[in-house]
């Protein structure tokens, strides 16, 4: 069956050291993966999609990419500031049929001044 | 432009009761999600509606939830009864389609006494 597998132990850095998140996946292929934010009491957030054919994205101070062969995508803070501290999901979504998003558990990130 | 709208944020029942949640989507979004969060998880699928036609909802727990997008808009989620286990937030989301942004409302949360 599909698994996907983000760190479930927090990740505590210090402030303007460069976060680091990893998303692994089995039993899966998608063509697209997402990564969104969520803050306690919220309802997630998105911040990044990258296709399968892209092996790198950015936005402002934010990195993914994405192996396919490896199975693997890895979310990049860099700059890091306490604003950063959140809990970070992965979701990647198939390619045919329905297309379907699935979301990891999530890691939290924790940045201290 | 409003965002996502949820309501109730909070509900508390007990066991046996029925319950229902509403949810407005960002206007213009064609597909519409329903998902359960526990805590620590991430976002399970319950349904996923594209219009007013309910396309997956494999993950939909049918002998007790029912959900219903009339007019291809607003959405309601309905528990009947409610059972314990049922204690959660449940997340209403909205995109304009299938390979999009998923844009979340802030959630329901219900407890089951």
């Known amino acids: 069956s599909q698994k996907i597998e983000q760190n479930s132990e927090a990740l505590n850095i210090q402030e303007g050291k460069t976060a680091t998140l990893t998303c692994n996946y089995t039993n899966y292929s998608p063509a697209y993966l997402q990564w969104y934010r969520q803050d306690p009491g919220r309802g997630p957030v998105f911040l990044l999609l990258?296709?399968?054919?892209?092996k790198e994205k950015r936005k402002e101070r934010l990195k993914v990419t994405f192996d396919t062969t490896l199975k693997q995508s890895l979310f990049h803070i860099t700059a890091s500031q306490p604003a950063d501290s959140a809990t970070y999901l992965c979701a990647p979504q198939d390619s045919g049929g329905y297309q379907k998003v699935t979301f990891g558990t999530g890691t939290k990130l924790q940045v201290i001044p | 432009e409003a965002g996502v709208v949820q309501s109730p944020r909070y509900k508390i029942i007990e066991k046996k009761q029925p319950v229902a949640f509403w949810c407005n989507p960002i206007?213009?979004?064609?597909?519409l999600y329903w998902y359960l969060q526990n805590l620590g998880q991430g976002p399970e699928l319950l349904i996923r509606y594209e219009n007013e036609e309910a396309v997956d909802d494999s993950q939909l727990p049918k002998d007790r939830f029912s959900a219903e997008r009339l007019k291809g808009v607003d959405s309601t989620l309905k528990i009947q009864p409610a059972e314990l286990g049922d204690s959660a937030v449940y997340l209403c989301a909205s995109s304009l389609g299938r390979v999009d942004e998923q844009f979340f409302g802030p959630g329901t949360r219900l407890t089951v006494l």
């Open positions: 990258i296709r399968e054919n892209e």
């Open positions: 206007s213009g979004h064609n597909t």
